[in-house]
């Protein structure tokens, strides 16, 4: 017929299509293209040809080559299931199809009778299924005991998935009796496969001693494996660990830290995120500060969106970037109206405050401290209270501006601590009744509670110089 185009590939018979779209998928006489294959799977398939439909059905809930689509994947298989026996495997995509909704609406019971069936043919993924289902109690009474017995088929028949399964049940006595020891060897014959989970699993083996004895050089080996197979708790373990070396004089690690962290980041880890700043901090160079600026952008870029406060405080400091104050005032106000995140909240009301990025706005900032307090910010009460205490509140007493402040300091909030020892030093009057008699014992005890904080400090000088 002469050379191959996309021209005359019409011209072609549905099972001539099929055949030399499998040349094109293995490379068989013809240079290998995945997109040639996958075109002609589609011609095949649209002229009624029912294997080029299961092949390009199977592919499309994979996402292997395509774009992932499971709701044109189960509209290719069910019209195949329809004219012939579907193999294993697209049985139980049809299964996973009709538990999730995928192209259809969910149905449990369809769900559960496509793995019985795909299970029958000997599919491994199916018995997974099948297996999850007895432990869970989908569309079937629940069965420990056999959702183990599902698990060990679905090893026999060298399933990926299996040997993590199979060492969760022995660690946790699902379906069978507990064995610290044959779960630690199910985790190393997973971990042995490259599979993240079980490498994961086989760290904290080691580094807790379940069913191994403890060695915390094999940890960090297998969390090291893992993490780079991409698995984000393992990547904050070895971050963290590096980071925790680093204070036994390998300063150095810390920036190796900074990159575990950052991968995990940009996977959504609210961990990573607070480990890159913390990172910026501990190195304190504007290469680090650059390296978590662009780790932030790129994570909100993903849609992370947890990550807007630190990208928000960026601007608002000049970490890594431009200080830019309405930048980090606009940043602030989504996090707060959209996301409802308590540190934008409360910083928001900060910006309200202080007037800054935008204009004052006293009012407006308590409303959101209000919020944040609500949800669980416990400095925004303090700030609240400040206001109060500073007359900037009408309508408020002073006994109720006392009250916040002392109870942001009895959860251990070093701002309000800080407050509330100026406040013993200066003492408080509501008209001519005093709310708080100086004691400069108590302002005292406040500065050591939060001896780090840079107005306590001072504070606590005054009284040590003055004998007070």
């Not at 409303?367 to 509140?393: M, P």
Request: net charge negative.
């Amino acid at each position: 017929m002469g050379e191959n185009t996309e021209s005359n590939f019409d011209l072609l018979r549905p099972e001539e299509q099929m055949e030399l779209a499998e040349d094109y998928f293995t490379g068989k006489g013809v240079q290998r293209s995945f997109r040639t294959a996958v075109e002609l799977y589609k011609k095949a398939a649209g002229s009624g040809n029912v294997t080029a439909a299961i092949k390009l059905g199977c592919l499309y809930f994979e996402g292997t080559h395509v774009k992932q689509d499971q709701a044109e994947a189960f509209r290719l298989l069910k019209r195949a299931e329809e004219q012939e026996e579907l193999p294993a495997p697209a049985v139980n995509y049809l299964g996973e199809c009709y538990e999730h909704g995928y192209g259809t609406d969910i149905d449990l019971d369809k769900a559960l009778d496509k793995y019985e069936k795909a299970a029958v043919m000997n599919s491994g993924k199916a018995y997974m299924n099948l297996g999850r289902c007895y432990e869970l109690g989908i569309s079937v009474e629940k069965n420990e005991r056999e959702a183990f017995v599902c698990y060990e088929r679905a090893e026999g028949l060298n399933e990926p998935e299996s040997a993590h399964t199979l060492a969760r049940c022995c660690e946790h006595g699902i379906g069978t009796e507990i064995d610290a020891k044959k779960a630690a060897a199910f985790y190393a014959k997973g971990a042995r496969s490259n599979h993240p989970p079980s490498q994961k699993a086989l760290g904290r083996c080691y580094e807790l001693g379940i069913g191994v004895a403890k060695n915390k050089n094999t940890s960090l080996n297998w969390y090291t494996k893992a993490a780079k197979g991409g698995d984000v708790d393992a990547q904050i373990k070895v971050a963290s660990s590096l980071v925790a070396s680093s204070a036994n004089g390998k300063p150095e690690n810390i920036a190796t830290a900074m990159e575990w962290y950052e991968k995990a980041a940009l996977q959504g880890s609210e961990e990573g995120m607070e480990g890159l700043r913390q990172c910026r901090s501990d190195l304190g160079t504007e290469e680090a500060a650059a390296k978590a600026f662009h780790a932030f952008e790129a994570a909100m870029t993903k849609g992370f969106s947890a990550v807007i406060h630190l990208l928000a405080e960026s601007y608002k400091e000049g970490y890594g970037t431009e200080k830019d104050l309405k930048k980090a005032f606009e940043l602030y106000e989504k996090g707060a109206q959209v996301e409802q995140n308590s540190l934008c909240q409360f910083n928001y009301a900060v910006c309200l405050e202080m007037g800054e990025g935008t204009e004052k706005n006293i009012e407006k900032a308590i409303e959101w401290y209000e919020k944040a307090s609500s949800n669980g910010d416990e400095d925004a009460g303090y700030r609240i209270g400040c206001l109060i205490l500073n007359g900037l509140v009408q309508g408020r007493t002073q006994q109720q501006g006392l009250d916040l402040v002392s109870e942001s300091a009895d959860k251990e909030s070093e701002d309000a601590l800080c407050e509330m020892g100026v406040r013993f030093m200066t003492g408080i009057r509501e008209g001519e009744e005093i709310i708080l008699p100086v004691d400069y014992n108590k302002a005292v005890k406040c500065f050591r509670a939060c001896r780090d904080h840079p107005r306590a400090l001072g504070c606590y000088g005054y009284c040590f110089e003055t004998g007070k």
